[in-house]
């Protein structure tokens, strides 16, 4: 008798536990990881295919998924699982983006630094500006009256932030490293920029409009940005310097590798409580994490992490383009915003254009700007180049969405559903023409020029070879001993590798007695490099 009422107060308490997960909710669940698994085979099974790629994959997966469960509840609804701005932004975003700051060749990535600060910050001010007016313009020509002007500005910023994430599939890192390093470092800090100008667009109280607004946008900008990178160098900074001083690996690699993620993750979270940039953050911790502490830890938490950071990024990608190409048959969105499919194809038509429109007003200004600063032909940015970052930052992916519902969602009027459901239209297209023609393009444009793949625009002196140039003041060194020039004339004559030289230097003699990084091998006894020294101080005990 004890033992059946036992036995029934422990099924009831089962019971109880279980209830909070419904039916429902586990169907939606087990069919969303079935379909990222069969993105995942589907991948690989077109990896040489040079049309496809995996985030059109997942996209179009992710549509057809939307297209089933909209047949089978015969019109009703297409979720399995709805868009969600604070998923997307606080749990999806964040490893993406500090995996692409973790794993980024520094080296690259820095000697391009300019180009990608000046295309990643004054190049998004300039799309923003032109989009932000061409719409304000144009959609009152289109019957769309009932936006204001931080509607407007929300577009201009909504809409210049390029997909970094389909940027690192689309390109390839030892193939086009310049390209590679550009437009996806541009990629990053765009996104950074866009949510930044976003951000400080809502902060702004557009009821009092005078002639210090665009000061006041542009301090709210200045501030943003900079305390954003301020704080992901010195999380990175905190993070190697305990890992360091306590030294975790001698009892347990497990929580160095703890560490770093939750530092990682912790970077983005206090940007967010400051109402900061987060991907801003997030990046700039990865890189640092990368310099500093990544060295600090033992050789079997170097191989965990590198492989744990790429394998949450890979996964958190393929389920953002997953979960937008599924929601993008949303039928109440679309019904939402009672517009004509003339009205939709407008509009969209017009947002396209403007994205166009955007890029093209900086990417080659700015490109031609740099050449003639560059002395060297070699280093200078042929046209060919110059179309293809054009075209390939032409794509949009979700934080472009994700931005859109943030600006739109909250209100209940038909043209806010309307830009939410053109904005969905801009991605989806621009995401599978234009991400799978990239490929082919840049085979055709610059694969096949053998001159363009030897040469590249970052073919500059390594930082080793910068002693002759300091060195060197002009005349023949046969004739006259060399004089040194001074550091000014120095960085005028070849900014990127001097900064690279003086930094080198100061890294070396201030930053890593402290922080540690590379050079700074950890002792644990059960590693191959402690059971390495341990042999060769056996045998030189014995001999």
Known sequence: MASNETLHHLSSALHDSSSYLSTSTIIALSVFFTLLCLCIIIGHLLEENRWANESITALLLGLCAGAVVLLFSKGISSRILSFNEDLFFLYLLPPIIFNAGFQVKKK?????FTIILMFGIFGTVISFCLISVGVAFLFKKLGVTDLDIQDYLALGAILSATDSVCTLQVLSQDETPFLYSVVFGEGVVNDATSIVIYNAVQSLDFSDIDGTIALKLLGTFLYLFFTSLALGIVVGLLSAFIIKTLYFGRHSTDREVALMMLMAYLSYMLAELLSLSGILTVFFCGIVMSHYTWHNVTE????????????????AETFIFLYVGMDALDIDKWKASNASVGTSVAVSATLLGLVLIGRAAFVFPLANILNCFTKRSSAKIEFRQQFIMWWAGLIRGAVTIALSYSEFSSSDTESSALMITCTIIVVLFSTVVFGSITKPLIEAVLLRNAKSAISDATDLPSLE????????????????????????????????TTVHYFWRKFDDKFMRPVFGGRGFVPFVPSSPTGAANETSEARSSNT
């Open 108 to 112: 690259q990535f820095f000697k391009n």
């Open 300 to 315: 079997s938490s170097r191989i965990t992490t590198k492989h744990s950071f790429a394998t949450i990024s890979f996964i």
């Open 465 to 496: 070879e910068l002693t002759l140039p300091i060195l060197d003041n002009g005349d023949d060194p046969g004739n006259n001993p060399p004089v040194p020039r001074s550091s000014f004339r120095l960085l005028i004559s070849n900014p990127t």
